[in-house]
């Protein structure tokens, strides 16, 4: 695991000037808007890679770019959010390339194309924010962060506030969806399945709502929850809600997982190495626990999930 991250890690702790707005600034706009995009200095496209086509890639393109990869995990750390890594995702690598890879094209997942990624919330079946921590696995994402490598004409990251879905919903929908009557199933960028049943969608927290909302990996175990889970599904799908966020190569943009949901729609991979390409980083607000980790001795950003 230290193999894997140590040198980009390593790079982090160098890098100084990486985050371009204040921390202060950059917490304060995270918190009000839920979102912020910011631009990574010394960005250089010509400098990068093409584009992988498999998974494999990764430790290639991790070494090739590791500057990158360094400066974009240190201005997280400057923002003062942990990034972390899932077991059982992504190969223990903090970095996930998002771009079509070869035999993933047909899922619904980070790396397919093929389908439409409706709104969800990513990693739904671990705790969220409002509910009691668990002591040995990792909690959901607070953040999420996407930097554009090459982009993709007509093809879009969009955002929607969960503060204003929740507007549209009646309140007894509302209570329905807070209620402990779903399942989530674990996401496909898993190597193995595994589900939860009986949490809410939404949880209250100091007057803040949080959601696991994810449209691929929901579903009600009674038909009154079911019934408002797909008034929330298709009150997902009215485009007034969503937000196309305007990445160019070189920007990045860093949203509260649970506080929003984000969406791709389809297209056509060539896998010539000028795809789409984003790379994907998860954080937290707090460092986690030596418990949640999957070895605190090897890496302190592996969190257990299993």
Same mark, same amino acid.
């Given at each position: 695991?230290?193999?894997?991250?140590?040198?980009?890690?390593?790079?982090?702790?160098?890098?100084?000037?990486?985050?371009?707005?204040?921390?202060?600034?950059?917490?304060?706009?995270?918190?009000?808007?839920?979102?912020?995009?910011?631009?990574?200095?010394?960005?250089?496209?010509?400098?990068?890679?093409?584009?992988?086509?498999?998974?494999?890639?990764?430790?290639?393109?991790?070494?090739?770019?590791?500057?990158?990869?360094?400066?974009?995990?240190?201005?997280?750390?400057?923002?003062?959010?942990?990034?972390?890594?899932?077991?059982?995702?992504?190969?223990?690598?903090?970095?996930?390339?998002?771009?079509?890879?070869?035999?993933?094209?047909?899922?619904?997942?980070?790396?397919?194309?093929?389908?439409?990624?409706?709104?969800?919330?990513?990693?739904?079946?671990?705790?969220? =924010?409002?509910?009691?921590?668990?002591?040995?696995?990792?909690?959901?994402?607070? =953040?999420?962060?996407?930097?554009?490598?090459?982009?993709?004409?007509?093809?879009?990251?969009?955002?929607?506030?969960?503060?204003?879905?929740?507007?549209?919903?009646?309140?007894?929908?509302?209570?329905?969806?807070?209620?402990?009557?779903?399942?989530?199933?674990?996401?496909?960028?898993? =190597?193995?399945?595994?589900?939860?049943?009986?949490?809410?969608?939404?949880?209250?927290?100091?007057?803040?709502?949080?959601?696991?909302?994810?449209?691929?990996?929901?579903?009600?175990?009674?038909?009154?929850?079911?019934?408002?889970?797909?008034?929330?599904?298709?009150?997902?799908?009215?485009?007034?809600?969503?937000?196309?966020?305007?990445?160019?190569?070189?920007?990045?943009?860093?949203?509260?997982?649970?506080?929003?949901?984000?969406?791709?729609?389809?297209?056509?991979?060539?896998?010539?190495?000028?795809?789409?390409?984003?790379?994907?980083?998860?954080?937290?607000?707090?460092?986690?626990?030596?418990?949640?980790?999957?070895?605190?001795?090897?890496?302190?950003?592996?969190?257990?999930?299993?």
């Amino acid at each position: 695991m230290f193999m894997k991250n140590g040198i980009i890690l390593s790079i982090a702790d160098r890098i100084k000037d990486a985050l371009p707005i204040p921390t202060d600034e950059f917490r304060k706009r995270l918190e009000e808007d839920c979102y912020v995009i910011w631009k990574l200095p010394h960005f250089d496209a010509q400098e990068i890679t093409q584009t992988p086509v498999v998974p494999s890639y990764a430790d290639y393109v991790e070494s090739k770019n590791a500057a990158l990869h360094g400066a974009y995990l240190s201005a997280h750390f400057q923002a003062g959010l942990w990034p972390v890594v899932y077991q059982g995702e992504n190969n223990g690598h903090l970095i996930r390339h998002v771009c079509p890879m070869l035999q993933a094209e047909e899922k619904i997942s980070s790396q397919g194309a093929k389908y439409d990624f409706y709104p969800h919330v990513d990693n739904p079946d671990l705790y969220i =924010t409002g509910e009691t921590p668990s002591n040995r696995l990792g909690g959901c994402p607070d =953040t999420l962060s996407l930097l554009c490598l090459r982009k993709e004409e007509g093809v879009h990251t969009s955002l929607l506030k969960l503060d204003q879905i929740l507007k549209r919903l009646s309140d007894k929908d509302i209570a329905i969806l807070a209620s402990p009557a779903f399942r989530i199933k674990r996401p496909a960028s898993f =190597t193995e399945g595994s589900s939860i049943e009986k949490v809410p969608i939404i949880v209250s927290d100091n007057g803040v709502w949080y959601s696991r909302f994810d449209w691929h990996n929901t579903q009600g175990m009674t038909l009154e929850a079911e019934a408002a889970l797909e008034k929330m599904r298709f009150i997902t799908l009215e485009h007034d809600l969503w937000f196309n966020v305007p990445l160019e190569p070189g920007y990045a943009v860093t949203f509260l997982n649970q506080r929003t949901m984000h969406t791709r729609n389809a297209f056509e991979p060539r896998f010539d190495g000028t795809d789409r390409w984003l790379l994907r980083v998860f954080a937290m607000k707090h460092r986690p626990t030596d418990t949640q980790l999957v070895d605190s001795s090897l890496c302190l950003h592996h969190l257990r999930t299993l």
